[in-house]
Every structure is written in structure tokens, then in C-alpha cells.
């Protein structure tokens, strides 16, 4: 079982240099979740219109180098913190990387679609009320038809 007080969540908005193809996006998330499995990280990771919101956890001391390799990635920019803390269970114990493009028209088939899910993913959404990063995510694993295409 893994220690509580050593559980670690970060959750970050950037903004991509590049732009990011389907092809692209699953290149990255094939090495996403090749190393965060090595490294006992799990989380979810969001991507529209050239932004992304992610969410790492796992031993603080394997998330924030991860962390800071990934704020060095030239293919983005602008990497802001929304939130850092301890937590007791994880969001995302079964998955090394969730993924969701916001870009597909499946956004709008989720039960409940509100707006809400139809954010920009910038600062500006997000700075006021960095929990409503965290509900957004956790939108994604809830949602059982998206959950198994964004298994990882």
C-alpha cells in the first residue's frame, strides 16, 4: 500500500510551441505512460487548441523532476502551476496517463455537457479557482465511455 503522507499531486496548465496532430498526441502519450509507469506515476492529461492540463501524482520526489524535465520541453510554453499538495488516495490509480482531446466533438456527448467542459484550458480559466482544473479532469475518468478510450 502506498504512504499517504508521500503522495504527491501537481496540476498544470502550458500552452504548445507546436502544433500537435492526432499523431503526434499519441506519440506523446505512448512515452508519457511508458515512463510514468516506470516511475509509479499516474494522472491525466487534457489537450485543446494548443493548451494542456495535466495532472501528475505520485512520490514528490519522482513528480517534481518529472515535472521540471517536462516545463524544459521546447514543444511548450508558459508551464503554470495550479496546484501542488499532498493527498491521501489517487485520482488516477489506474491509469499512467489518461488522455482526453477536447478538440473532438465527443466533449459534447458526455451526460451532463455543461460549458464547463468547454474551457479554453488557459490561466485565465483556471488562476481564480484552481480546484475547477481538478473537477475537470476528474470529469474524464467518471465518464465510463471516455475512461476506456483514454485508459493507459
Not at 464547463?116 to 488557459?122: G, M, R, V, Y
Request: glycine share 6%; net charge negative; aromatic share 10%.
Amino acid at each position: 500500500m502506498e504512504d499517504p503522507s508521500k503522495l504527491f499531486s501537481l496540476v498544470y496548465l502550458s500552452t504548445a510551441t507546436v502544433p500537435f496532430s492526432n499523431v503526434d498526441l499519441l506519440e506523446l502519450l505512448g512515452k508519457s505512460r511508458k515512463n510514468n509507469a516506470t516511475l509509479g506515476i499516474s494522472g491525466m492529461l487534457l489537450f485543446k487548441d494548443g493548451h494542456f492540463l495535466q495532472v501528475l501524482e505520485g512520490e514528490e520526489k519522482k513528480v517534481q523532476p518529472l515535472y521540471e524535465k517536462i516545463a524544459l520541453d521546447t514543444r511548450h510554453e508558459n508551464p503554470f502551476i495550479l496546484a501542488m499538495e499532498y493527498r491521501s488516495e489517487r485520482s488516477f490509480p489506474d491509469w499512467s496517463m489518461g488522455f482526453h482531446d477536447l478538440r473532438s466533438g465527443d466533449v459534447e456527448k458526455i451526460p451532463g455537457f455543461t460549458v464547463f467542459l468547454d474551457t479554453n484550458l488557459t490561466s485565465d480559466d483556471f488562476a481564480a479557482d484552481p480546484g475547477k482544473a481538478r473537477k475537470l479532469l476528474l470529469l474524464f475518468k467518471e465518464d465510463k465511455l471516455i475512461s476506456k478510450a483514454a485508459a493507459g
